[in-house]
């Protein structure tokens, strides 16, 4: 046995002891659940957990991108939001960034909506670096109050800032509701909504879309392999765990844009996910699948060990995202194109791309016809859906500027390229489908997002882990970042429920261990040596959230639906009627009235102080000065009688 693995075998007896002070004194380490999901539940717990087994079979994944909970749920009455509390104890709530003279002045958060086409918003910056400044973490915690500077700052290099720059730094303060986004609002009212959910990995797109089915980005992997550390500060400049930037993986299929370029590839990903943990125990069978077993399986010997001992019945799970092969609507050959590489997490795992496994990736067409013809697998499982740069419903932004119709078609919520009415539409297609399907009755849909998008958010995460700190890159926090929106629908769930509880990306994959009674992958052997190999090197919790304190969603369900005291609710309960969905907001109205709710926001009265020159599109439509005043037709509409 080497040292390396000596001292990881060590360190891991004590891999669940509390957060030394010089690991950080920022955020507590997450209670530990070393026993799997049983240990410490009450009796309760236990029997809504029996109940939910025997009712639900399928779990749902919409995946969207870049919204953070403030920029989109904010004035959600009941959640904690931006007017939840008094400006002066809400972190964040006033920040400065400077003029175009370079004098500091103070900006506030502010409502968008039907006025400035709220719908269409250019990209701010989410990269690690400029997200853990924007956090803006001190001895006392992340402050949560230089949003708007260190994005402003992004977009000049000397002298005062531009006014191009200073609307990037306002937009990163901007939140919509109801009128921009009725239909998210509508899940949310009818529903569930989560109000403190995490991202699990402070950065851009691909961590969030990897710890969708692993609850982690690599920090195992760093243990066992310290030599593979990131040491560019999450920039994209080098390959390294835990995964902190958007470089492509080593396996396509890659958009044309992106091509099979060596130099922008991330490493070979080898730390266990759920696909394992689902295969159950026919797991073991898996690298004989895989001409590259040798290397891809490397690192998880004593994983498939574990999981097949723990003699589960193999269960399904499948990766549906846009463009991924020939979509129903795409012109022939050209699915590619509209395809977003680094957002398939699963593309990122070797022993998933090269083996059997590579049979459950597909494009969204494929979801639509699976659902509709009724051949996902009879044993259940999980299953993941995505968009990406076009949408197969052919929906067309309603902001007329040629640069928004060209650039905006986008429908996986991506600020810059998707539009949020598109996007919120084939979430509602989505769920339409599977309200229609058989699959409704035994059916859990989860809706969340992949990260923040570096919008300003007012809850300061958990800071529970601390990066490799070498090269280029600070010894900064990798994990929490900014809180992200998740709703749960289903025929079993709450209604009209806002549920506080602290969780993460890993949320998702610690419900699916709870509901087919898998084995938590942060309890797996080969992850609890490389928790262990990163302790020792001075890195508590890097090991995989689904085995700690973090909420596993069962807040979401009834426990009389569940018992059969109450009836399941119908599907008619969950189905949005197609004319909202084809027909997008910003040209109906449809809004906060239609759905009789009154934002906190206009509960409370706040004035809503839209800086003069804002423009929602300082990149695509460059403008010189009053650029919010785009149609104020249903603005005016709206704050004549808001609180009908």
């Not at 979430?427 to 409704?440: E, G, T």
Request: with cysteine.
């Amino acid at each position: 046995m080497s040292f390396r693995r000596l001292a990881a075998l060590c360190a891991a007896a004590a891999l669940f002891a509390p957060m030394s002070a010089s690991a950080g004194s920022f955020g507590p380490a997450r209670a530990a659940n070393a026993a799997g999901v049983a240990h410490g539940l009450s009796a309760q717990q236990m029997k809504t957990i029996e109940a939910l087994r025997q009712r639900v079979k399928y779990v749902f994944v919409i995946y969207q991108e870049n919204r953070s909970f403030d920029s989109y749920f904010g004035t959600f009455p009941g959640a904690d939001g931006l007017f939840s509390r008094p400006a002066a104890q809400t972190p964040g709530f006033t920040q400065y960034y400077k003029d175009t003279q370079g004098n500091a002045i103070p900006i506030t958060p502010f409502r968008i909506g039907p006025s400035q086409i709220a719908a269409d918003t250019d990209d701010v910056d989410h990269s690690h670096q400029r997200l853990i400044a924007k956090m803006d973490v001190t001895a006392n915690g992340p402050q949560m109050d230089q949003f708007a500077l260190i994005e402003e700052a992004k977009h000049y290099s000397s002298g005062n800032p531009t006014l191009q720059a200073k609307q990037y730094g306002e937009l990163a303060m901007a939140y919509e509701d109801c009128d921009t986004i009725p239909l998210y609002w509508n899940y949310a009212n009818r529903f569930v909504l989560f109000d403190h959910v995490f991202q699990r990995e402070i950065g851009p797109s691909t961590p969030g879309n990897i710890a969708i089915i692993s609850a982690q980005s690599g920090e195992t992997q760093y243990g066992l392999h310290p030599s593979e550390g990131y040491t560019d500060n999450g920039s994209g400049t080098v390959a390294g765990v835990p995964v902190e930037n958007d470089r492509d993986p080593a396996w396509g299929p890659f958009n044309p844009g992106d091509g099979a370029n060596p130099s922008n590839e991330q490493l070979n990903l080898t730390f266990a996910t759920l696909p394992l943990t689902l295969a159950g125990s026919s797991v073991t069978s898996l690298p004989a699948s895989d001409p590259n077993a040798s290397t891809d399986f490397a690192d998880l010997g004593a994983d498939l060990t574990q999981i097949a001992k723990e003699k589960i019945s193999p269960l399904g799970w499948g990766w549906y995202q846009e463009g991924y092969d020939q979509e129903p609507t795409y012109p022939q050959g050209q699915n590619l194109n509209y395809y977003i590489t680094h957002h398939n997490g699963p593309q990122y795992f070797g022993y998933l791309t090269n083996s059997a496994e590579n049979a459950n990736f597909h494009g969204l067409g494929d979801f639509d016809k699976a659902v509709h013809d009724g051949t996902l697998p009879a044993s259940g499982g999980v299953f993941y859906v995505k968009g990406g740069f076009q949408n197969i419903l052919k929906l067309h932004p309603a902001n007329p500027l040629p640069a928004v119709q060209s650039r905006f078609n986008g429908d996986d919520d991506h600020p810059g390229y998707s539009d949020a009415q598109i996007s919120e539409a084939n979430v509602a297609q989505l769920v339409n489908q599977i309200a229609k399907s058989q699959y409704w009755a035994q059916s859990a849909i989860v809706v969340t997002w992949d990260d923040s998008e570096g919008d300003y958010d007012h809850v300061p995460p958990p800071l529970t882990e601390i990066g490799p700190g070498v090269g280029n890159s600070p010894q900064d926090f990798v994990s929490d970042g900014p809180r992200v929106p998740l709703i749960v629908i289903s025929p079993f769930a709450n209604t009209g429920t806002v549920v506080h509880d602290s969780g993460d990306q890993s949320s998702v994959v610690k419900f699916v261990d709870t509901l087919f009674g898998l084995k938590p992958l942060g309890t797996l052997p080969d992850e609890q040596l490389g928790a262990g190999g990163a302790a020792a090197l001075g890195h508590v919790n890097f090991l995989p959230d689904d085995a700690s304190g973090i909420t596993d969603l069962l807040k979401a369900f009834d426990p009389d639906r569940l018992s059969g005291k109450k009836a399941p609710l119908p599907a008619s309960y969950a189905e949005v009627p197609n004319r909202y969905i084809f027909e997008l907001p910003q040209q109906t109205g449809f809004g906060c009235k239609s759905l009789g709710i009154v934002p906190v926001d206009y509960q409370k009265h706040i004035v809503n102080n839209i800086p003069s020159d804002f423009n929602p599109l300082p990149g695509t439509n460059p403008t010189q000065a009053k650029a919010h005043r785009i149609d104020a037709r249903a603005e005016v509409m709206r704050e004549k009688d808001p609180e009908d």
